[in-house]
């Protein structure tokens, strides 16, 4: 029984249906998903439910009538409009999701866009029945059982979204009789016959799996750059494969960037900008946006100029001859009119025939303006295709702009690119590319260099499948050839400064993970609070928090591994680390960007392992990154069989373990010395899978 076993009657989750996630408005989506979470409202999503039943129309309706209540979002276009006999009026399948709602009498929350942002659907029976359905919903709306909200942008979306939705659940509550998605268990219930809600796959920012833990390192990460190097760019990969959690991690992280002193978050969805070209206009474009939203009215207004005036700058002649002509015909234009205005007594009929034409012309000149400025000033995709074919070296100017807007922000710039691995390997390259170019290697002295010095640093968080990265890069390098190895692990090296592996799922973990789907909570551990104060005490000194941590039961170990590599990711405890592991360094043969990688690799994988509960001494640890470092694609086949560590032992075993075109690698004396270490060493495969988070320590 749930009392016996120390565990709390939950509160009653409810299944709410959701519209489609709207095109353009990801941060608001995210923070209604959350405040729909955080109120144990469970979204159940009506595209999920098509795509798994079939039915496009049918489907949606029945995911309607079986949940308790409808939230909604106005999008910026229409959506869908299934062909159906079901559907004369050609409706959306979210105009038709509401008025299903409405007929059966289930509260309503739908959000819709105020007048400061413009509807984009072009197409005009669209754009007409998308007014109509914001004015039905309004017209509807009651403000208790029906209710329909305006927002304008993101800044006060989050709080709007939470008290709605707040006062959705008070109004839910209230309702007799509704169906529950997790049960409530009187005591005399045994908890054996729990029904399981439903549950999304979508990203989250309501933690289960102790991601915030992660979250947190990162932010720790990422303030530690910016106050101890202002001026030098970050690029960080999370790594993980497809459904690991990395784009919850983002949505938490960027919670954390949000408290004092805030970042500006620039979300960039990989796969939804990857039919824009080139990469680096889609980077600038969705940087000048985040920036204009972050701003007042008038300010955003002001800054629209000077970024324009700025664009013309770099742009050069093209621009500036276009400008110069349209002027002349303009001031043409114009002095034959008053020519002729002057030279006769024009009748009203005369002055109709004369400013007709004269109109005209004027109305065509603004429209040769626009159609200059995107052509010249990368207004559009095909304008910024003509910069890069009309400059000898267009990515110098590109990347002096890039540094003007992050000089605008009134934070410091980070960005959030997902779904990088759903895109082709070609994109994947020439955008990796554009960002190294716009962050690593933008000219700091062959051009302008003393602005270039006092640009402010850009931060990168590319949440993406390494491996995909990987091989888009020797695909479209696969004629080169090099000793080093694999030359996509090449690329990943010069790429990025920290590789973060998302983090394996501890035993505890996924216990308390399966009871809060189920709805049971655990009461807290004694013992967790004694272990969060000893790793306090602890201090700087990893070896005392290993330590603190070794002491513990799994299940204690777990619940302070958040604490614990917060505390290993200080930099005061990086420092005190990194002087360990000074000796080292003679293994890597002094190269000054492999000793920093390995530096920086140790740290993560450290607070990584720790997340996950795992105590492996220090030196262990750090033979396990030299490997990683050096041999990455030796690594990766002993993650897979840890077991193949044998074959690096004794060459006798290698051909058994090893592919052939690694096996030369493998019998590295090198390698062979680490595995074989005095300190931290031998790696056994029992080793090896802790230090890959195949097991607990």
Request: hydrophobic letters at 45%; a neutral charge.
């Given at each position: 029984m749930a009392r016996h076993l120390g565990m709390s009657a939950p509160r009653p989750f409810y299944r709410v249906s959701v519209s489609d996630p709207p095109t353009g408005f990801r941060r608001q989506w995210a923070a209604l998903m959350s405040a729909l979470n955080d109120q144990h409202l469970m979204p159940v999503d009506n595209n999920t439910a098509r795509v798994a039943w079939g039915s496009p129309l049918e489907m949606s309706l029945r995911v309607v009538r079986d949940t308790v209540a409808y939230v909604a979002m106005t999008n910026t276009q229409y959506g869908h409009v299934p062909a159906s006999r079901n559907n004369p009026e050609r409706l959306s399948i979210n105009h038709l999701e509401y008025r299903e709602a409405v007929?059966?009498?289930?509260?309503?929350?739908?959000?819709?866009?105020?007048?400061?942002?413009?509807?984009?659907?072009?197409?005009?029976?669209n754009r007409a029945k998308l007014i109509a359905?914001?004015?039905?919903?309004?017209?509807?709306?009651?403000?208790?059982?029906?209710?329909?909200?305006?927002?304008?942008?993101?800044?006060?979306?989050?709080?709007?979204?939470?008290?709605?939705?707040?006062?959705?659940?008070?109004?839910?509550?209230?309702?007799?009789?509704?169906?529950?998605s997790i049960p409530e268990h009187p005591d005399d219930t045994d908890a054996d016959g729990v029904e399981v809600g439903w549950s999304t796959d979508s990203a989250t920012s309501t933690d289960l799996l102790r991601r915030d833990s992660?979250?947190?390192?990162?932010?720790?990460?990422?303030?530690?750059?910016?106050?101890?190097?202002?001026?030098?760019?970050?690029?960080?990969?999370l790594d993980g494969t497809w459904g690991s959690g990395k784009s919850s991690v983002l949505l938490l992280l960027a919670k954390e960037l949000e408290e004092q002193p805030p970042f500006l978050v620039?979300?960039?969805?990989?796969?939804?900008?990857?039919?824009?070209?080139?990469?680096?206009?889609?980077?600038?474009?969705?940087?000048?946006?985040?920036?204009?939203?972050?701003?007042?009215?008038?300010?955003?207004?002001?800054?629209?100029?000077?970024?324009?005036?700025?664009?013309?700058?770099?742009?050069?002649?093209?621009?500036?001859?276009?400008l110069i002509l349209l002027l002349i015909l303009s001031a043409g234009v114009g002095y034959a009119t008053w020519w002729l205005a002057n030279k006769f007594t024009p009748t009203t009929s005369d002055l109709i025939k004369l400013f007709t034409p004269a109109i005209a012309m004027v109305s065509f000149l603004w429209a040769g303006s626009?159609?200059?400025?995107?052509?010249?000033?990368?207004?559009?995709?095909?304008?910024?295709?003509?910069?890069?074919?009309?400059?000898?070296?267009?990515?110098?100017?590109?990347?002096?702009?890039?540094?003007?807007?992050?000089?605008?922000?009134?934070?410091?710039?980070?960005?959030?690119?997902?779904?990088?691995?759903?895109?082709?390997?070609?994109?994947?390259?020439?955008?990796?590319?554009?960002?190294?170019?716009l962050v690593r290697d933008a000219p700091r002295s062959h051009y302008r260099a003393v602005a270039k010095r006092s640009a402010p640093a850009a931060y990168f968080v590319v949440a993406a499948d390494g491996a995909w990265i990987r091989q888009s890069y020797e695909h479209a390098y696969s004629t080169f050839e090099v000793a080093e190895g694999p030359l996509g692990y090449l690329f990943m090296d010069k790429l990025f400064q920290l590789n973060v592996p998302m983090p394996a799922l501890g035993g505890s973990t996924q216990k308390e993970f399966m009871g809060s789907l189920l709805g049971l909570t655990a009461g807290p551990s004694p013992q967790v609070a004694s272990a969060s104060a000893a790793i306090k005490h602890a201090g700087n000194d990893e070896a005392a928090i290993i330590e603190t941590l070794e002491g513990l039961s799994p299940?204690?170990?777990?619940?302070?591994?958040?604490e614990a590599a917060l505390a290993l990711a200080s930099s005061e405890t990086r420092k005190h680390t990194e002087h360990t592991l000074r000796k080292f360094s003679p293994m890597l043969h002094g190269n000054p960007r492999?000793?920093?990688?390995?530096?920086?690799?140790?740290?993560?994988?450290?607070?990584?392992?720790?997340?996950?509960?795992?105590?492996?001494?220090?030196?262990?640890?750090?033979?396990?990154?030299?490997?990683?470092?050096?041999?990455?694609?030796?690594?990766?086949?002993?993650?897979?069989?840890?077991?193949?560590?044998?074959?690096?032992?004794?060459?006798?075993?290698?051909?058994?373990?090893?592919?052939?075109?690694?096996?030369?690698?493998?019998?590295?004396?090198?390698l062979r010395r680490v595995v074989l270490h005095d300190e931290g060493g031998p790696l056994t495969a029992a080793l090896v899978r802790q230090c890959c988070g195949l097991a607990e320590g």
């Open positions: 007929r059966l009498g289930r509260p309503t929350l739908v959000f819709g866009q105020g007048k400061s942002i413009r509807d984009i659907e072009s197409d005009a029976d359905f914001r004015e039905e919903a309004e017209r509807t709306a009651d403000g208790v059982r029906n209710v329909y909200l305006t927002f304008e942008d993101s800044t006060d979306f989050a709080e709007m979204a939470a008290r709605a939705v707040a006062e959705l659940r008070i109004l839910l509550d209230a309702e007799p009789d509704l169906p529950e992660l979250a947190r390192v990162l932010n720790s990460r990422l303030r530690d750059a910016k106050e101890g190097h202002p001026h030098t760019s970050l690029l960080v990969h620039v979300w960039f969805d990989a796969w939804q900008q990857s039919r824009v070209s080139p990469p680096w206009w889609a980077l600038l474009t969705t940087l000048r946006q985040h920036v204009l939203a972050d701003r007042g009215r008038f300010s955003r207004a002001w800054l629209r100029f000077r970024e324009m005036w700025a664009r013309m700058r770099v742009s050069g002649a093209p621009y500036t001859v276009a626009r159609v200059a400025a995107r052509a010249f000033l990368w207004a559009s995709a095909g304008g910024a295709r003509l910069f890069e074919q009309s400059n000898s070296n267009p990515m110098t100017r590109i990347a002096l702009h890039f540094d003007w807007l992050l000089k605008r922000s009134k934070k410091p710039v980070v960005f959030f690119v997902d779904d990088l691995d759903r895109c082709r390997e070609d994109y994947v390259v020439e955008f990796l590319d554009s960002v190294h170019t299940a204690a170990r777990e619940a302070v591994a958040g492999s000793i920093k990688l390995f530096l920086n690799t140790y740290s993560m994988l450290r607070s990584v392992r720790t997340l996950e509960g795992s105590t492996l001494p220090p030196d262990t640890l750090a033979l396990w990154v030299l490997i990683r470092v050096r041999w990455p694609s030796i690594a990766d086949v002993l993650a897979r069989n840890p077991d193949a560590v044998e074959g690096i032992k004794d060459d006798l075993w290698c051909a058994d373990h090893f592919p052939e075109e690694l096996r030369a690698f493998a019998k590295s004396k090198d």
